[in-house]
């Protein structure tokens, strides 16, 4: 398959769509606040790729006709999304979202864990709006999923020897539920049969298994301009990540413990040495891997989908989820 690394073009097929997201996510933040209006503003344009909403739009075409509805359901996963990034930011203490300052740092704590709510709040609305009691179902349990990986991953911090399990189980919860959540919600939208909800389904969870896997490698390995945020925040921050459990899992007693202590001492002067090791030791590489593995079960439930350009794109983005990294 040809690869495209340039989201905009992969992006073709449903360029419309995007477009009407777009203009609803806009008419979904105004207020007559002021004070929301300039957080909103804020939001808007530091807008990043649109992955999640382009998933469910993409999974709503699988049966080949139009659902109005899909850019809609799309408006509310962006702003689950997005709310989940601004409490994310509180909690890491982090001043910098898409090469932009964070509501955190611009507004504080108090105002950025509202404005948080607020969305979340705004998403469900939303869904209300689309009046039917199996999507605010699913998007309800997701949300809950969401916090309670949040909470395990807090719990959980400087506990550098957990189970790769109990980290995948973390990641499943954070991130790849809510991409799971979006295709299944698109198929759903397509009035397409359960069978292919759940092949969906299954085929966004695995993406974003993937997806986080490649982000905590960017986060040892990539730069602040591409980020779009500051690297090395998960050693900082204590965070426990695939790449960093095979780094101490590679060392002997003495050197892992070593490496604990000046990780949990002061992460971000450990941040140079830990990049330094990942590399040598190959866990960058070995977390890739993993993530290919989520990848090729992705496409794998894509293989009983009929054939469409719809199909090809769903492949296409799992290939630029994988490549990132590159």
Request: charged share 25%.
């Amino acid at each position: 398959m040809l690869l495209k690394t340039n989201l905009n073009d992969i992006y073709a097929p449903i360029d419309r769509d995007l477009k009407l997201f777009s203009e609803q996510l806009k008419e979904a933040l105004v207020s007559t606040d002021p004070l929301i209006c300039q957080i909103h503003s804020h939001l808007l344009a530091m807008s990043g790729k649109f992955l999640r909403p382009a998933l469910t739009i993409l999974c709503s075409k699988i049966e080949g006709k139009e659902n109005p509805r899909a850019a809609r359901l799309a408006v509310a996963i962006e702003l689950i999304h997005t709310a989940t990034l601004i409490h994310d930011d509180i909690i890491d203490d982090a001043n910098l979202r898409r090469n932009m300052p964070s509501i955190y740092s611009k507004w504080g704590s108090e105002i950025s864990i509202v404005s948080g709510d607020y969305l979340y709040a705004k998403a469900f609305l939303v869904l209300a709006d689309l009046g039917d009691p199996w999507i605010n179902q699913t998007f309800a349990a997701c949300a809950h999923v969401i916090c309670e990986g949040e909470m395990k991953q807090i719990e959980k911090r400087k506990s550098f020897l957990i189970s790769e399990a109990e980290y995948l189980d973390i990641i499943h919860q954070k991130t790849a539920s809510l991409f799971q959540a979006a295709c299944m919600g698109g198929a759903y939208l397509s009035g397409t049969h359960k069978a292919n909800i759940n092949l969906l389904g299954e085929y966004g969870r695995n993406l974003g298994m993937a997806f986080q896997i490649v982000d905590d490698c960017l986060d040892l390995i990539g730069e602040t301009k591409r980020l779009g945020k500051t690297p090395g925040l998960d050693i900082t921050k204590n965070d426990v990540t695939l790449p960093l459990l095979y780094l101490f899992q590679s060392l002997g007693d003495a050197e892992r413990l070593a490496l604990l202590a000046e990780v949990q001492n002061d992460g971000l002067e450990a941040f140079e040495k830990i990049k330094t090791l990942a590399v040598q030791k190959k866990s960058i590489a070995m977390a890739m891997r993993k993530a290919n593995e989520y990848i090729e079960r992705a496409v794998a439930h894509l293989i009983p989908i009929k054939d469409s350009d719809y199909k090809k794109t769903l492949a296409l983005v799992s290939d630029y989820c994988a490549n990132r990294v590159c």
